[in-house]
């Protein structure tokens, strides 16, 4: 049997595409993480993609619990604005405006804090007629046919949005 695991992807090996610092944030593609070593541009470097890490924030924002946080591109560091980059973790921690740490959970691309808004949750509407977020009330083989295939399209887009 073929082995094709490589390895959990915690910390990747990432080729430095600058000069970095061991705790500095980078965002490589698509790919975000915390460097783990000082590497020079072109060397392989280790990136912690997933964790708690007390962080570098924009000062003049106060941070609660499970807020979403993104990474700055402009200013290189984490924010809580979203349209500044992409979203990187989640506040684990208050953080005071001002203050300039924060403590985050990063989230790799894909986790549950992809930016992707959840479907409405589906409805027992026995005997009722179908609204949105629910699915229709069944009463014949066609309808059960459409009722399947509907919820198959809610089950989807669940999965597509964890």
Known sequence: MARKFIQPGETLSLTAVADVVAGQSVLIGSIFGIVQENALSGAQMQ??????????????????????????????????????GPLVGLAVAVAANPSTTGRVLLTPAGGNVSGAVAPAA???????????????????????????KELATKVNAIIAAM
């Open 47 to 84: 990136v912690k993609r997933v964790g708690v890490h007390d962080v570098t924030k924009t000062s003049a924002q106060a941070w609660t619990e499970g807020q979403r946080v993104y990474w700055n591109t402009s200013t290189s560091k984490y924010d809580s604005v979203s349209t500044v």
């Open 122 to 148: 589906l409805v027992d509407n026995s005997g009722g007629a179908a609204a949105d977020g629910t699915i229709a009330a069944v009463s014949d083989v066609a309808t059960a046919a459409n009722a399947i």
